[in-house]
């Protein structure tokens, strides 16, 4: 049986939504990010509850918390049926609203991928010389010559 080919090229199957997920929870960063703050009501359709609470989860995970330790993520729980949202503020003064009424949370955290986390510094590897002598101490010192 033969693998269908797509319009885009692809010649094997998506791996799933799971995997899809978990890519792009893995390329989250916050370095390009002031503040996050999450708002939503919690009375509101179940969907959307559950959209913005799963989005919440992956955003507060400690391995992501730790890109950028300056920023600081904000939870606004309200009760006067507003629509759920994320408002970013932005290292350059700029803001980008997130309205996830009928965003899955793929699409959001492809959506904050490419606009938050491409804005994060890059940063440069320094290599470092090390002398003969710090390599060896380094090693757990000089190496003993059998008698």
């Given amino acids: 049986m033969a693998l269908p080919f797509t319009n885009w090229g692809s010649v094997s199957r998506s791996a799933g939504l ?3 997920l ?3 929870v893995k390329l989250l960063n916050y370095g390009g990010a ?3 703050t999450v708002s939503f009501d919690p009375f509101t359709e179940k969907q959307q509850v559950f959209t913005i609470r799963s989005i919440l989860s ?3 995970q400690h391995k992501r918390r730790i ?3 300056k920023c600081a993520l904000r939870t606004n729980i309200l009760c ?3 629509l759920p949202s994320v408002h970013v503020q932005l290292i350059d003064g700029s803001e980008v609203l997130f309205k ?3 965003l899955t949370t793929l699409e959001f955290l492809t959506n ?3 606009m938050v986390s491409a804005k994060a510094p890059k940063k440069q590897e320094v290599a470092v010389v090390l002398t003969k002598a710090e390599k060896a101490a380094a090693v757990g010192g000089a190496k003993k010559k059998w008698k």
């Fill in 34 to 36: 002031d503040r996050i």
């Fill in 100 to 102: 996830t009424e009928n």
């Fill in 67 to 69: 890109t950028n330790p």
């Fill in 112 to 114: 904050f991928n490419h």
């Fill in 58 to 60: 992956y955003l507060n």
């Fill in 18 to 20: 799971l995997s899809a």
């Fill in 80 to 82: 006067d049926r507003s």
């Fill in 22 to 24: 978990g890519k792009q």
